[in-house]
């Protein structure tokens, strides 16, 4: 139940993202959304609130820019399916894309990996 829980949270995060405009392609679009989600999620404190709730002290920074490129990355793929079945509408797609991505890192164990390799002891 907190997944799900977690993922409402995380779509409507994502969503707020809705207020940039898109600029250039589709692509460079959702990679700047993908982008910025993880690195402000960093710095506005979401990657602690895992951290702790898995008995660690913090999130490390050391790779941050490296994960926001991979999330901008997984942003593309996920994102243009997502758009292309909700005809553009952005606050729509970015709620879903925010919401199926926490749920599809979770079930693949990216969320384990993350704990594992990016929080302090």
């Known amino acids: 139940m907190n997944l799900i829980i977690e993922a409402l949270f995380i779509g409507l995060y994502t969503s707020l993202f809705a207020i940039i405009p898109m600029i250039g392609n589709i692509y460079i679009y ?17 990657h602690n609130y895992y951290c702790i709730n898995n008995n660690r002290k913090k999130a490390i920074d050391k790779y941050i820019i490296k994960d926001s490129l991979f999330e901008g990355l997984c942003f593309i793929i ?8 909700f005809n553009f509408n952005k606050m729509i797609s970015l709620f879903l ?11 693949i164990k990216l969320h384990s990996v993350f704990i594992k390799f990016r929080c302090d002891i």
């Open 30 to 46: 959702l990679f700047i959304i993908g982008f910025f989600k993880h690195l402000f999620g960093y710095y506005i404190g979401f």
């Open 78 to 85: 996920l994102g243009n399916l997502i758009f292309k079945l």
């Open 97 to 107: 894309i925010g919401f199926c991505f926490h749920i599809i890192a979770d079930i």
